[in-house]
């Protein structure tokens, strides 16, 4: 029983480790996409709110909340007809030409503009490559309620001409090197395009856009509209967090193996207990025996004489 215990708990330190591993993994490569996805929940939620008597065709600026400063969200709403048959000439940097239709089919939308400054490389990482402008973003929202939080969003496509996105103040390339348009679509995929004027991107659906260079050598931080750098405060608390992702799971794991093995010991010993009772009840009942009268009493008596009595020596003096 011994040696079994001890096989079992080896067991479980090699097996315990092994699954936190398997569980973290996966959470710790697909953060980045999450932190994203919640920015756009977060950024629709404080876009609806620069809606103040709100009139169609109408740009209105956001305000980010004080933790995100450097980022810029402005939001207008549109009759779904008019965006198909007319477009909107100018939207900040994006320019939305006639035909541009949304799935599913709303009678009003919301678009809301995002311009994530020095956040980009924050939310938008893209490993061997250099961001040279802000990433953009554009995503569309059904408009019928505007105090509507953590909407789906919906799919824009156009089915014309392509929208295009001028960038403003970006980073010149350096010397010999290729600039190319990015999109990042919803679900955590990026493609790649060729830039046109140097400064303009053109695509036919909705997401996330940049302008990036491949990294050859330390390039300078994009160009971010003017604001107040995350502080410092912030970005211990973001490492902390990080740090308690992963030390948090290994905890847990260290927490329910020390109950494990409490667990077996309990088992053994319980197993042990019950097992000395079986064997003391065994004793105490014995082997019944049969009761016999002899006159007015009873007494127990042996049904068989097992072994008959002989005398040592038959030679009797």
């Known amino acids: 029983m011994g040696l079994l215990l001890l096989r079992s708990l080896a067991m479980l330190f090699v097996v315990v480790p092994v699954c936190l591993f398997s569980f973290s993994l996966p959470y710790i490569v697909a953060q980045s996409d999450m932190n994203a996805r919640a920015l756009d929940a977060l950024l629709q939620d404080y876009a609806y709110r620069a809606f103040v008597r709100p ?14 400063t450097g980022m810029n969200i402005a939001a207008m709403r549109l ?3 008019s965006l198909r048959t007319k477009g909107v000439a100018k939207y900040k940097e994006f320019g939305i030409p006639i035909g541009v239709t949304e799935s599913p089919y709303v009678e009003r939308l919301v678009l809301v503009y995002q311009n994530l400054g020095n956040w980009s490389s924050t939310y938008y990482p893209l490993p061997g490559y250099t961001h040279l402008s802000p990433v953009l973003g ?30 403003q103040g970006m980073i010149s390339a350096p010397a010999g090197s290729v600039a190319k348009c990015v999109r990042f679509d919803l679900h955590g995929s ?65 927490a ?10 309990w088992l053994h010993k319980y197993k042990h207990r019950k097992k000395m009772e079986q064997m003391q009840k065994a ?13 007015d009493t009873k ?7 097992r072994t008959q009595p002989v005398l040592e020596n038959e030679y009797v003096p």
């Open 138 to 167: 554009l995503l569309a929202y059904d408009a019928s309620n505007l105090s509507a939080t953590n909407l789906p969003e919906l799919e824009i496509r156009a089915s014309g001409d392509p929208l295009s996105i001028t960038f």
């Open 190 to 254: 990026t493609n790649f395009s060729n830039a046109t004027s140097g400064n303009t991107c053109s695509t036919t659906e909705q997401g996330h856009f940049s302008i990036v260079v491949e990294s050859v050598a330390p390039s300078p931080s994009p160009v971010s509209p003017p604001g107040v750098p995350p502080s410092p405060r912030r970005e211990k608390k973001k490492s902390n967090s990080k740090v308690w992702i992963i030390v948090g799971p290994v905890l847990g794991g260290l």
């Open 79 to 81: 009759r779904s007809g």
């Open 256 to 265: 329910l193996l020390v109950l494990l093995a409490f667990l077996v010991l």
């Open 283 to 295: 004793a105490d009942v014995g082997e019944a025996l049969q009761m016999t009268s002899v006159g």
């Open 55 to 68: 009139r169609t065709g109408i740009v209105y600026n956001g305000v980010v909340p004080s933790n995100l």
């Open 299 to 305: 007494a127990p008596a042996a049904a068989v004489t």
